[in-house]
Structure formats: structure tokens, C-alpha cells
């Protein structure tokens, strides 16, 4: 009713709860509770997009953000279903064909003959190299051109690829179409979060691109909980049926997926709204960043450990505790996403409210949650049983997957807006490469004895050093933002009714007039918490 929906006076607007939209305040005890449920989930998320220039309801982020995560969903499913189903039918032999102790696979439809070497090779290098290779010149058209058309194009390519590998019967052609898959999905990531970085503020960005990165955890599920039906559905039909999901996401992603244009209130130190950069500009701006160039080599190190889980974790419960693949595919799929869902959304709201103190809390709370990681995830290599391995691994995740969303939104908060798809993809590129090494190295500590391949070791070797590692690694990036951000803050500025110092939250956020209802005069962000 018209009585309901009255604007607030002038002098009770400075008690009043605000929200990010410039519609009229109503009074909160007259809404309905699905209503103020709404209104809560959007001072949450900070939930506010431009594009050509005028504001956009609040459904359209919110829609964006669905559609990006489900592409995320796919993107890891695909990636990571061929080491899911490796050992329990897609490869002949788990050990050489040669020893005398040689196991089969259990393979009822067909099996491709590859070995430890192979398995290191298709997990690691051989997705990777063609990932990096075509990730950069893709982000160029990304940044240059319609960003919905390249994420189209690549989820195309990477589908063909999905669908043909449920085909292959040699192993060159399983190397053929795990390039191509590596091709068609590094148009994603890097498209996702310079889209995501437009629809949301900086001060929100880090549990947004949490909940997108959050695709990682539902992904691997998907793949590990459909890889538990390889007894009743064929390894091949899996891929098919992953294949097909990507041709029917197609549509979605064209019809729903719009180009918003830079924030007025996401400005980089050092650069200006709508700056056009060069190629040759683009490398140096990147190159002179050394928070970025800190965050690329902490997140390549911890790369090296989560690659080297993700590839090797399902043949090392099936070897070293005898699980047969419905027993863990079900299991592992159930903890990553409980643990690794509640990690990344926990680690984005945490990095979010700590870095209203600055950015540089975002590298921090990874560091953080690096190191009480460490000895959980070396708790499930030693475990006495398979049982006690699964519930340290959700302790595991919980605490190691916080970094994803907050290391992306760290990308976006220091790198100018006319080169974000550039500057993820050369992110995305330096820490997948270097990380996709860890499959590799752990099939080279195999083959020690290829007869009787140690998993345990292996991973004991790689995992836990690399979340140490690059623990401190993100500490120094931390170090690094503070510093870019302190230097460009002006000594003293007027906000609100006095004279105080700026925060480097202020540098990320325009202090905006109190009669739009988005910020508040003194430059902090209102999230309703």
C-alpha cells in the first residue's frame, strides 16, 4: 500500500536500515518476512551491476552469479571426471602390465591402455600446457570483445571434447581431446571473474567469487558421485552424459549473461576509469605489480598440492584402503562438498569483513588457513582407516578450500578494470601450470617402484609442503597489497562531519552522496550485518 511504501524523512534516514538499491526505504516491521529475508541476502552479497551505464535490479546479479556457478560446475566436473574414473575402468592396468603382481582395473566396457606416466601426463601437462597457451589470447577477446560470446564458444569447444572422450579407444586420442578440453575451458575462470568483479563490490567481491568458486567443490562431487555408478553405467556414457550438459547449458548462458560496465566505485590505484591498455601496456602494468606477480607464484604453489590431490586422491583410496569406487566415489563426493562448500563461503565472508581494515586481509586469511591445513591433510594420508581418512579430509577442506574466491578477488582489487579478463587469465595460466607439475611429479615418485607404487608417500611428499609453502607465500602478498594501497591514500581527507584519516577501504569504494542509499558518507560499506 501507498502507506507502506512512504520514503523515510530526512531526519530518520540516519537510523534506518540502508540498502543497495535506490528504490524507496520501507519500514521493516510492516514487510513480509520472505521480503526481509530477501532484503538481508542483499546487504550480504552487496548485490549492485551497471550496464550501458544505468543501474540494473538486484535478480540480474543474482542471476549471473547462478548461471557462472553452474558453468563452474560443469568446467570442474569435466576436468576432473577422467582421474575420478581411472582406476575403477577406465585404465586397463593399475600397476605395470609387466610385473607379476599386475591388477586390472575391473573394467566391464572397454578400457584404454595407458600407464602411471600417461595417467601423471593427462591430469597434469597435457590439459595444462594448451590451458595456458590459449587462456591469454582468449582473455584479449574477452577483454576487447562480448565476454558472454567467448565464455560461449569455449563451453562449446570443451563439450565437443567431453562428449568425444566417452569414444576414444587409444591413448592418443585420449591425449587429443584432453587438450581440446583445456582449450575450451580456459575461456572460463578468467571471463567469470572479470564479469563478477562489474556486477559486485569490492568490498563483497571475496565471498562472491566464493560462491562461484564454489563450483570447484560441486564439480569434483559430480564426478565422484556419478563415478560410483560406473557398475551400472559404462565410464564412456559418463563423459557422454557430461558432454550433452554443457550443449544444454549453452542457451542459458547466451540468454541470460549481459556485458556490465565498470563500477564507479571500483577504481585501482594508479589507473583511471575506462582506460584503454595495449598488449605491450597490459604485461608492464602486470609485470609492475608485485602483488600480483606474489599471488600468481603463492597460488602456483598451492596449485601443486591441490592438483596433485585431485588427480591421485581416488586411485589412493582405492589402493591403500581397498575402497571399492562406490564406497569412496560417494563419500569423497559428500565431503568436498560439505567441507569444501562451507570452506569457500566461511573463508569469503571472513575475508569480506576483515577487509574493511583493507584488501591485504584477504591474502592474510589464506595464509591462515594454509597452515591449520597442513596437518589436517596429512591426517588422511596416515590414517588407520578409511573411515578416519574421510572425516579428516572434511577438515581438510574446510580449512584449506577458503582460498580460491579470496586469491581471485585479490586479482581484481589490484589490477586496472580494462585488463581483469587478462590479468585472471595470466593468473589462472601461471598457477595452473605450475600446479598441474604436481600429478606429473607424483607419477615420477611412483614409478620408483612401478611394480609396488607408493601413494602414501607420494602424496605425503607433495601435498603438505605445498599448503606450508605457500602459506608464507600469501602472507608476503598480503604485505605487498598493504603497502600499493597505503602508498596511494592521501593523508587526511573530510569524510562525514569530521576530519579522519582514510582507510585503504576508501581507495576501493567512492565515498558516494547519502541520497543514492548505497554508501555512507563516511566512505564504509553498509552490508546490513
Not at 398 to 404: C, G, I, N, V
Request: net charge neutral; charged share 15%; with cysteine.
Amino acid at each position: 500500500s501507498p502507506e507502506r511504501s512512504s520514503i523515510l524523512t530526512a531526519s530518520n534516514r540516519q537510523n534506518a536500515p540502508r540498502l543497495y538499491t535506490g528504490d524507496a526505504r520501507a519500514v521493516e516491521g510492516a514487510e513480509r518476512p520472505v521480503v526481509l529475508a530477501w532484503k538481508s541476502v542483499k546487504r550480504i552479497l552487496g548485490i549492485r551491476a551497471t550496464l550501458e551505464g544505468q543501474e540494473v535490479g538486484n535478480c540480474r546479479a543474482v542471476v549471473a552469479l547462478l548461471v557462472l556457478f553452474a558453468v563452474s560446475v560443469l568446467n570442474q566436473a569435466d576436468r576432473w571426471l577422467l582421474p575420478v574414473v581411472a582406476p575403477v575402468g577406465m585404465r586397463c592396468y593399475l600397476t605395470d602390465d609387466n610385473c607379476t603382481n599386475a591388477t586390472t582395473s575391473n573394467a566391464t566396457c572397454g578400457c584404454v591402455d595407458f600407464n602411471t606416466y600417461d595417467q601423471g601426463i593427462l591430469t597434469g601437462p597435457a590439459f595444462c600446457a594448451v590451458y595456458v597457451l590459449s587462456g591469454i589470447p582468449l582473455s584479449y577477446l574477452a577483454d576487447t570483445q562480448s565476454r558472454t560470446l567467448v565464455l560461449a564458444i569455449g563451453l562449446t569447444f570443451w563439450s565437443i571434447m567431453v562428449f568425444a572422450t566417452g569414444f576414444v579407444e587409444e591413448t592418443w586420442q585420449l591425449y587429443l581431446t584432453r587438450m581440446g578440453l583445456g582449450i575450451g575451458e580456459a575461456t572460463c575462470t578468467p571471463v567469470a571473474f572479470s564479469m563478477l568483479s562489474d556486477y559486485f563490490p569490492p568490498q563483497s567481491r571475496a565471498l562472491a567469487l566464493s560462491l562461484y568458486m564454489s563450483g570447484v567443490y560441486f564439480g569434483g562431487s559430480l564426478s565422484y558421485g556419478l563415478a560410483a555408478l560406473s557398475k551400472q553405467l559404462c565410464w564412456t556414457w559418463l563423459f557422454r552424459i557430461f558432454g550433452i550438459a554443457g550443449f544444454v547449458m549453452l542457451p542459458v548462458v547466451l540468454l541470460t549473461l549481459r556485458n556490465p560496465k565498470q563500477r564507479k566505485d571500483d577504481v585501482v590505484p594508479g589507473s583511471a576509469p575506462e582506460t584503454t591498455f595495449t598488449i605491450g601496456q597490459t604485461a608492464l602494468a602486470m609485470i609492475k605489480c608485485p602483488p600480483f606477480c606474489a599471488l600468481c607464484v603463492a597460488a602456483s604453489v598451492r596449485n601443486l598440492g591441490g592438483y596433485s590431490l585431485g588427480a591421485w586422491l581416488a586411485t589412493f583410496y582405492h589402493v591403500h584402503y581397498d575402497q571399492t569406487v562406490a564406497q569412496y566415489g560417494l563419500r569423497v563426493a559428500f565431503v568436498s562438498l560439505s567441507g569444501g562448500l562451507l570452506g569457500s563461503f566461511c573463508g569469503g565472508l571472513l575475508a569480506d569483513l576483515m577487509s574493511r581494515q583493507g584488501p591485504h586481509w584477504k591474502a592474510y586469511i589464506i595464509a591462515i588457513s594454509q597452515v591449520i591445513a597442513a596437518p589436517c591433510i596429512v591426517g588422511v594420508f596416515v590414517a588407520p582407516d578409511a573411515m578416519t581418512s574421510y572425516g579428516i579430509l572434511f577438515l581438510a577442506y574446510l580449512t584449506a578450500e577458503t582460498w580460491l574466491g579470496c586469491a581471485g578477488a585479490v586479482v581484481q582489487d589490484v589490477t586496472p578494470h580494462a585488463i581483469r579478463c587478462q590479468a585472471s587469465a595470466v593468473y589462472v595460466a601461471v598457477s595452473t601450470l605450475v600446479g598441474c607439475l604436481g600429478p606429473f611429479i607424483i607419477s615420477i615418485l611412483l614409478d620408483v617402484d612401478k611394480c609396488h607404487p607408493d601413494y602414501q608417500f607420494a602424496l605425503l611428499v607433495i601435498v603438505p609442503t605445498s599448503y606450508v609453502a605457500s602459506a608464507l607465500l600469501f602472507a608476503g602478498t598480503g604485505v605487498l597489497v598493504h603497502r600499493r594501497f597505503k602508498s596511494a591514500l592521501p593523508a587526511k581527507a573530510n569524510v562525514g562531519n569530521g576530519t579522519e584519516a582514510l582507510t585503504e577501504h576508501d581507495v576501493l569504494a567512492d565515498q558516494t552522496d547519502d541520497t543514492d542509499g548505497e554508501y555512507p558518507n563516511d566512505g564504509s560499506v553498509v552490508t546490513g550485518m
